[in-house]
């Protein structure tokens, strides 16, 4: 038993850091998992993890950035699961070093495309298919930069404040229709993200960001993923529209 028993769940960007611990956490508490992921070859692995270990998953390529994608990742899991209870709108991508003054019109719209819209349109076609199925949980993965300002990275940070604003719109919305929407907004979490980026644990970078949380560190991916789990489920039954910092401390300064 667990807290997701016979309950069907969406993790978009499954196949690696925070998505990847958190289908791996929902399935060990009884969740069907779809993991989709632009990655297939990331998201099979994690397909691998979960059903050795007893669960129930299945995977979908899907790039969040293209509404269609988005439309056959919830068709995909209905048909698999028959129906949606949880959704986890997690993928992302990194967006800096970058300034506002010289920042590419390119990356800015690809930051916000996959950031912003693709939460956007993971909602659009998750909520029906919820409502359908008669009520569920949204957690949408923001940041720390979606609730305070950072020295650089303009387009991520916009497009984290935005699922901050959206979260909170659907949840009061959906409030009396059983959905209930909330999002996390993680401080610097060491997942592939980061190391893709050049940070390692104890080197310059790595040192400089860590100091900026009072724990002096940064997080591991399973703890967001249980935060997430914790919001998803009945066990947070009156929690709505909240922006969760999971943060060693980063937004109490
Ligand atoms: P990650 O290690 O880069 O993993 C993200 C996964 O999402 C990868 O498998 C990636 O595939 C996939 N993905 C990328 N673009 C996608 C798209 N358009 N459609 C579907 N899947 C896509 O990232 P993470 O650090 O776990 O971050 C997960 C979420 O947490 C993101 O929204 C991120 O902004 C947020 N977050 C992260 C941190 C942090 O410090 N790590 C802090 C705060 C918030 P590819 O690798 O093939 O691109």
Redesign the pocket.
């Known amino acids: 038993m667990g807290w997701f028993q016979g309950k069907a769940a969406v993790v978009?960007?499954a196949?690696?850091?925070?998505?990847r611990d958190t289908a791996r956490i929902l399935a060990a508490q009884g969740a069907a998992v779809m993991c989709?992921?632009?990655?297939l070859d990331?998201a099979a692995g994690v397909v691998k993890l979960i059903t050795d270990a007893g669960g129930q998953a299945a995977m979908v390529k899907?790039?969040?950035?293209d509404p269609k994608q988005c439309e056959e990742m919830v068709a995909a899991t209905v048909k698999a699961f028959g129906g949606l209870h949880l959704a986890v709108n997690?993928?992302?991508?990194s967006g800096g070093p970058l300034k506002t003054a010289t920042h590419p019109i390119d990356d800015w719209r690809r930051i916000i495309s996959?950031?912003l819209d693709?939460v956007f349109y993971s909602m659009r076609y998750e909520i029906p298919a919820m409502l359908e199925t008669g009520g569920g949980s949204i957690v949408n993965?923001s940041?720390i930069l979606g609730l305070v300002g950072f020295e650089s990275s303009p387009a991520y940070t916009a497009a984290k404040h935005g699922v901050v604003g959206l979260t909170k719109t659907a949840s009061i919305e959906l409030a009396q229709q059983n959905i209930r929407v909330n999002s996390v907004n993680?401080?610097?979490?060491m997942?592939?993200?980061?190391t893709n980026q050049g940070v390692n644990t104890g080197d310059e970078t790595y040192n400089y960001i860590a100091a900026k949380h009072p724990m002096n560190r940064f997080g591991n991916?399973q703890e967001v993923a249980y935060g997430i789990a914790w919001l998803l489920s009945d066990e947070a039954s009156f929690l709505t529209g909240i922006s969760m910092p999971i943060d060693g401390g980063y937004t109490a300064q």
């Open positions: 978009t960007g196949g690696m850091g925070i998505g989709a992921d632009v990655n990331a899907t790039d969040v950035s997690n993928a992302g991508i996959v950031n693709g993965v940041s993680p401080g610097f979490i997942t592939p993200m980061q991916p």
